[in-house]
T-cell receptor, first 117, second 108 residues
Framework: GAVVSQHPSWVICKSGTSVKIECRSL??????MFWYRQFPKQSLMLMAT?????????EQGVEKDKFLINHASLTLSTLTVTSAHPEDSSFYIC?????????????FGPGTRLTVT | SQQGEEDPQALSIQEGENATMNCSYK?????LQWYRQNSGRGLVHLIL?????REKHSGRLRVTLDTSKKSSSLLITASRAADTASYFC????????FGPGTRLSVLP
């Protein structure tokens, strides 16, 4: 089955620093990837849609200058949390769409837990 | 991880009719969520129901939760063509593993 990886799986950083999270589709090419965040015991919230070779589309209320998304290749999308603050501490999950199946099946990565101190 | 399994896998109804989808899960939960996914788009959160709640409403959506049976249902009333999408349930947990979803088609 299709596999999506994320790196790192967890990260602790100091307030004011930037953190980059990678999302990779390991055995298929993903023209579209999605980024979600989840607070403890809360629902998964869609942050943005990342399309290879073009600018990401952000959901309402998500700061695009705060959460930089780069989808430079068909197997890699990165999310950079810039000037992180404690309120950015969350669980970030990416997913990748495998267009080869024709059904837009979405495969999720294992997530990255970010803690900002 | 907590996986929900939706039933039926596909459902086709006429506009104006009600659509009911079911979800079953295996372990104890704190909450259960329903999501919608339009073709080629990301998942959109619809509604969250907590384990101590039995029913919740949001617009044309009604969600029920039966923790004794480890099941939930999503009812969409007076369906519209725009409701055509796949619907997924998921329970709380660190890693999301979604079931195959219910593909709903609302015919005009």
């Amino acid at each position: 089955g299709a596999v999506v990886s994320q790196h790192p799986s967890w990260v602790i950083c100091k307030s004011g620093t930037s953190v980059k999270i990678e999302c990779r589709s390991l055995d298929f090419q993903a023209t579209t990837m999605f980024w979600y965040r989840q607070f403890p015991k809360q629902s998964l919230m869609l942050m943005a849609t990342s399309n290879e070779g073009s600018k990401a589309t952000y959901e309402q209320g998500v700061e695009k200058d705060k959460f930089l998304i780069n989808h430079a290749s068909l197997t890699l999308s990165t999310l950079t949390v810039t000037s992180a603050h404690p309120e950015d501490s969350s669980f970030y999950i990416c997913s990748a769409v495998n267009p080869g199946t024709g059904a837009y099946e979405q495969y999720f990565g294992p997530g990255t837990r970010l803690t900002v101190t | 991880s907590q996986q929900g399994e939706e039933d039926p896998q596909a459902l086709s109804i006429q506009e104006g009719e009600n659509a009911t989808m079911n979800c079953s899960y295996k372990t104890s939960i704190n909450n259960l969520q329903w999501y919608r996914q339009n073709s080629g788009r990301g998942l959109v959160h619809l509604i969250l129901i907590r384990s101590n709640e039995r029913e919740k409403h949001s617009g044309r959506l009604r969600v029920t939760l039966d923790t004794s049976k480890k099941s939930s249902s999503l009812l969409i009333t007076a369906s519209r063509a725009a409701d055509t999408a796949s619907y997924f349930c998921a329970t709380d947990g660190q890693n999301f593993v979604f079931g195959p979803g219910t593909r709903l088609s609302v015919l005009p």
